[in-house]
C-alpha cells in the first residue's frame, strides 16, 4: 500500500499540487532540492520548521485510523510506505509505516550522517547531539537524491497480490512507478483518490472522493472479507 499527501488532507495537510500548488508560498520543486538548500538554506530551514510546527497542531483523520485497524488485523501481510513526512500513520495506529521520502521529526547531520528526533527548529543551526557539527537538517528525501529502502519496497511490490494508491497524484518517481510494477508481477491495483491521478488508467479498478471516506469504507470490505 502506498499513500500520498492526499491523506492527510482533511486532517488539515496541505497538499503540494492542489490548489495553487504553493506550499505556504513555496512551489515544493523550488525548496524539495539539494541545490535549493545549499543556495537558501535559511529559506529551506524555515519552510521545514513551519511545517514540523504545523504539525503538532493536527490530527489523524478516519482514513489514518482505518490503516492502523487494518494493520491490528493484518499484520505483516499490510506494508504500508508513505511518501508523507508526517506522523499521522504512526498516530493513527500504523506500527509499521515505511517513510520512503523521510521523517519531519527527525533531522539529519550532514558531517557525521546520523539520524537525531527532533522536534523543535532548525533554522539557527543547532549542534548535532551526536558530533556537536552545525550541519543538521530535515531527514526528508529531495528531488535527485535516493527515497529510503527502495530494496525492501521493490521486494514488497513483487510480493504483492493487491497494490492499493491512496491520496498521491503520480507525478514523483520512483512512487509514480509502482503500479506498473506491482501489475506487472502480478498485483491487482486500485487507486483511492480524490480525482483521476495521473496514472489512473494504469489501475485495476479506481474509486474516486475523499479519503476519509474511500479508505474507511474499503477497510470495513477488506475486514469483512477476512473475518467471514
Ligand atoms: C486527496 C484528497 C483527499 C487531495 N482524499 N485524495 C523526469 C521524468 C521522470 C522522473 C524524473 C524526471 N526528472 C527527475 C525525475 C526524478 C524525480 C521526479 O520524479 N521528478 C518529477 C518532478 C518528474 N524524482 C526524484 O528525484 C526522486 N529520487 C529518485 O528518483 O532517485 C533515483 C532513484 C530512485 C530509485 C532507486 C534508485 C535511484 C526523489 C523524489 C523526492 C520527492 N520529495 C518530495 C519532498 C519530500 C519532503 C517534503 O515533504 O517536503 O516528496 S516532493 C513531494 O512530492 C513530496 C511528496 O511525497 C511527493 C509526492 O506528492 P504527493 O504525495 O503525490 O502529493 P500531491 O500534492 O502531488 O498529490 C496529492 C493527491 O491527493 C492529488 O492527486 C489529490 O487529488 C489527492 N487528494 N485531497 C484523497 N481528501
Same mark, same amino acid.
Given at each position: ?8 488532507? @482533511? ?17 515544493? @520543486?523550488?525548496?524539495?532540492?539539494? @541545490? ?193
Amino acid at each position: 500500500m502506498l499513500t500520498g499527501a492526499g491523506i492527510s488532507a @482533511e486532517s488539515g495537510v496541505p497538499t503540494f499540487r492542489d490548489a495553487d500548488g504553493l506550499w505556504e508560498g513555496h512551489h515544493v @520543486e523550488d525548496v524539495a532540492t539539494p @541545490e535549493a538548500y545549499d543556495r537558501q538554506p535559511v529559506v529551506v530551514q524555515r519552510f521545514y520548521d513551519a511545517r514540523r510546527a504545523a504539525l503538532a497542531t493536527v490530527e489523524p483523520n478516519p482514513a489514518h485510523q482505518a490503516l492502523g485497524r487494518l494493520e491490528d488485523v493484518l499484520g505483516d501481510d499490510l506494508f504500508l510506505v508513505t511518501q508523507n513526512i508526517d506522523d499521522l500513520h504512526e498516530r493513527g495506529g500504523s506500527h509499521h509505516v515505511h517513510h520512503m521520502h523521510g521523517e519531519l521529526l527527525q533531522a539529519l547531520c550532514r558531517a557525521c550522517e546520523r539520524r537525531t528526533p527532533w522536534t523543535g527548529d532548525l533554522v539557527d543551526f543547532p549542534a548535532c547531539p551526536r558530533c556537536g557539527h552545525t550541519e543538521l537538517r530535515p531527514d526528508v528525501v529531495w528531488f535527485g537524491e535516493v527515497p529510503y529502502g527502495m530494496d525492501r519496497i521493490m521486494l514488497e511490490l513483487r510480493r504483492a497480490d493487491l497494490f492499493v494508491s491512496i491520496g498521491t497524484s503520480g507525478a514523483v518517481y520512483p512512487a509514480a512507478g509502482f503500479v506498473q510494477y506491482a501489475g506487472q508481477q502480478g498485483a491487482r491495483t486500485l487507486e483511492l483518490n480524490l480525482m483521476p491521478s495521473e496514472g489512473s488508467h494504469l489501475f485495476d479498478e479506481a474509486r474516486h472522493g475523499p479519503a476519509g471516506v474511500l479508505v474507511p469504507a474499503w477497510v470495513d470490505e477488506v475486514l469483512g472479507g477476512v473475518q467471514a
